[in-house]
């Protein structure tokens, strides 16, 4: 044992959770109880990696934890997180209390299974005994499955005609998918949306529509073939993301929704600009604002955020400072529509856009200091949003962001402090934008000895092993 070990290292012996999988178990588990006694669902799924346990347990904190995880290890140990990194008072180590105890659970919608059950895929990498590793009983994961299976029968049971009650329950789920994409990791909703976009094309090529049911179908199948678009990109897969996109944008035709088309020119543009296409990217940028027409919503801000962040790329200074303009001046004139309506994904909240203004002037490189004061603004935005705006890997973009400003200003340690939340990211949150992120950090640090180059070649095989494994390899 360390010489002066903290009290977090003694209660984890008491408790005999210094192995990593047990641990990890323990960390899960009481997210999952936080989140329910909290009803804040963005605990849920929360993690901890290898690396990060391993610098608790070894005493290596220099600042307390992220704001979550303060809670969470509160909430495992009933005591303050100040307590916990800090060495542990000499004599017995204190007796805490008993962990939160879970509440009794809530009525359950038909296709609402609670938050916790939110996070269930259907079928995949996190099924059976690694859905009880989170938090997850048995009797939830059964309740989801018969969920599924009843959204399935109610479609077959009104015959080959849309009937209102399956047109609402899949309005219900399209809009649960929406809402839960931005906070929870990919694996835990691949499979429910992979299985409402075919309901919703099976019902389109082959049930009797009404004119609005069909407009309304066309709607929901071409919001979640966009979130298959989402997650084609997150598994750093662009083919296939800029094919369900065209599909999304086919489904937006025949709905004749003109918020949704210009949304999928912007989806187009995110995916070609991670491609490393900035050009593409300020071209879909261009056409999803020549679409939008009378459109209120905040689409027009995300559009003009991405025109900003793609001409950066590009060198564009003054196309860059347009384009921020144009997004305080759609951020202004917006009036949340339809779209905004399902929440999550289909909207573009404040932070997000103080994210991307920060990428576009940290990559145009024209003035660091503002770089670095914009990166700052975004992540403290990010620090204090509510759960409607909060996205862990727009989070995480604004990080690497800030990284990046430090770097250019020469503060390697101000860096590695901005980035470290990132990297201890578990894995299956490490999806392509995150990792592709990382990389950009890895290849602006500096090589030169005089310029923190100890520290700096530390922080490279960090992030060298943080992008070693992605998302990716999980739903394979």
Same mark, same amino acid.
């Not at 290849?443 to 100890?454: K, N």
């Given at each position: 044992?360390?010489? =002066? ?44 990696? /290898? ?10 904190? /220099? ?27 000499? !004599? ?8 939160? *105890? ?31 590793? &989170? ?55 691949? !499979? ?5 976009? @075919? ?30 678009? /989402? ?22 035709? =025949? ?41 209120? !919503? ?17 060198? =564009? ?11 305080? @001046? ?63 890997? @727009?989070?995480? !973009? ?16 101000? &860096? ?56 990716? *390899?999980?739903?394979?």
């Amino acid at each position: 044992m360390a010489e =002066n070990p903290t009290l977090l290292r003694v209660l984890t012996l008491e408790r005999h959770w210094q192995v990593y999988a047990t641990f990890r178990r323990q960390f899960e588990a009481a997210a999952v109880r936080l989140a329910e006694a909290e009803t804040d669902p963005r605990l849920v799924g929360l993690s901890v990696s /290898k690396r990060q346990f391993e610098r608790w347990y070894g005493g290596k904190v /220099k600042t307390r934890p992220y704001p979550d995880q303060c809670r969470v290890l509160e909430a495992m140990f009933d005591v303050g997180v100040d307590q916990l990194i800090a060495p542990a008072p000499v !004599g017995p180590p204190p007796r805490t209390a008993s962990p939160l *105890v879970v509440p009794p659970p809530r009525a359950v919608p038909a296709l609402l299974p609670s938050e916790r059950a939110a996070t269930l895929p259907a079928g995949g990498p996190f099924s059976s005994e690694s859905r009880l590793d &989170a938090g997850t009983t048995e009797l939830e994961r059964q309740v989801a499955m018969a969920a599924r299976r009843a959204l399935r029968f109610s479609a077959m049971a009104e015959g080959s005609s849309v009937g209102p009650e399956t047109l609402g329950q899949i309005q219900d789920e399209v809009r649960r998918l929406t809402v839960a994409y931005p906070r929870l990791a990919l694996p835990t909703l691949l !499979g429910d949306l992979v299985e409402v976009q @075919d309901l919703t094309f099976r019902l389109l090529e082959h049930g009797r529509v009404k004119p609005l049911q069909a407009r309304e179908l066309y709607l929901l199948a071409g919001i979640t073939s966009g979130m298959l678009a /989402k997650a084609s990109h997150d598994l750093g897969n662009p083919s296939a993301a800029m094919m369900q996109a065209r599909t999304a944008f086919v489904c937006a035709d =025949n709905a004749d929704h003109h918020a949704m088309r210009a949304w999928v020119r912007s989806l187009q543009s995110l995916i070609s600009y991670w491609a490393g296409r900035p050009a593409e990217a300020a071209d879909y940028a261009d056409l999803g604002q020549s679409a939008t027409g009378n459109v209120r !919503g905040t689409t027009g801000v995300w559009l003009a955020c991405l025109s900003a962040r793609a001409h950066a790329l590009l060198g =564009n200074g003054e196309a860059t400072r347009a384009a921020i303009q144009r997004a305080e @001046d759609a951020r202004a004139a917006a009036e949340p529509d339809d779209l905004d309506a399902f929440g999550g994904i289909m909207t573009f909240p404040v932070p997000r856009q103080l994210y991307y203004v920060a990428e576009a002037t940290v990559h145009l490189g024209e003035d660091p200091a503002l770089g670095e004061s914009r990166a700052e603004a975004a992540v403290a935005a990010y620090r204090t949003a509510n759960e409607d705006e909060w996205a862990f890997g @727009d989070e995480a !973009g604004a990080q690497t962001d800030l990284a990046l400003a430090r770097i250019a200003r020469g503060e390697i340690e101000g &860096a590695i402090e901005a980035v470290r939340p990132v990297l201890d990211l578990p894995i299956e949150q490490r999806n392509f934008g995150i990792t592709s992120s990382a990389q950009r950090v890895h290849a602006a640090l500096p090589f030169d000895a005089h310029r923190g180059g100890g520290a700096a070649a530390g922080l490279r095989e960090e992030i060298e092993a943080f992008t070693a494994t992605p998302t990716s *390899v999980l739903v394979r």
